[in-house]
């Protein structure tokens, strides 16, 4: 069945660091791919999505690509605050099922000190 | 613009108790809505969905069950609550391009 594999935490890094959280998925067909943020005792956010190979979703300076070839949507930003600490999930939609269904990652908790 | 609202926010609950959430949408009609839940350091796993009013459909055989009485409102329930059942309850709705929107959840400690 589709999965989605996330690299294991915590990401521990200093304010202003370059950030990658990797993540994996095996699907048939085409899903769409999303990243959402949990912060502490919230509910998720969608982060953001894209929805076909070479897609680029980005929002709050995060960017993810839809690479089709290495089937991933690895999550990278060039300068994290420490506002951005937080639990990251990665998610694909099942295109095989007759309603919308996410398929989560476990999450990968990121830690930025000042 | 949409909304998703629930509660309570947080539970306290003893073993063999029973148990109501509620989710509910606003700004958007016969949406389909989505109940996870969210063990501690985990992901989140899909218990039940529907897509329409007293269409529900379960994903993981359990102590739980949910209906829909209305187009905008989620109930989640158990008539006796077991220790696993604790977790973070999240109820979620979709929108558009497969996207799903979440509310902010329901912690559930059953002692």
């Known amino acids: 069945g589709n999965s989605v594999t996330q690299m294991e935490g915590p990401v521990t890094l200093s304010e202003e660091a370059f950030l990658t959280i990797n993540c994996t998925y095996t699907a048939t067909g085409y899903p769409s791919l999303f990243w959402y943020v949990q912060y502490p005792g919230e509910g998720l956010q969608l982060l953001l999505k894209?929805?076909?190979?070479?897609d680029k979703g980005s929002n709050k300076g995060f960017e993810a690509t839809y690479r089709k070839e290495t089937t991933s949507f690895h999550l990278e930003k060039g300068s994290v605050q420490v506002s951005d600490s937080a639990v990251y999930f990665c998610a694909l939609s099942d295109v095989n099922t007759g309603f919308q269904k996410l398929v989560f990652g476990t999450g990968t908790r990121l830690l930025v000190s000042p | 613009s949409q909304t998703i609202h629930q509660w309570p926010a947080t539970l306290v609950q003893p073993v063999g108790s029973p148990l109501s959430l509620e989710c509910t949408v606003e700004g958007t009609s016969n949406p389909n809505l989505y109940w996870y839940r969210q063990a501690a350091g985990r992901g989140l796993q899909l218990l039940f969905y529907s897509v329409g009013i007293g269409q529900i459909s379960s994903e993981v055989p359990q102590n739980l069950s949910a209906s829909r009485p209305q187009d905008r409102q989620f109930i989640l329930s158990s008539k006796k609550l077991l220790l696993s059942d604790s977790g973070f309850y999240l109820c979620?709705?979709?929108?558009?391009?497969?996207?799903?929107?979440f509310g902010p959840g329901t912690r559930l400690t059953v002692l």
């Open positions: 979620a709705w979709r929108g558009g391009a497969d996207t799903q929107y």
């Open positions: 894209a929805t076909k190979a070479d």
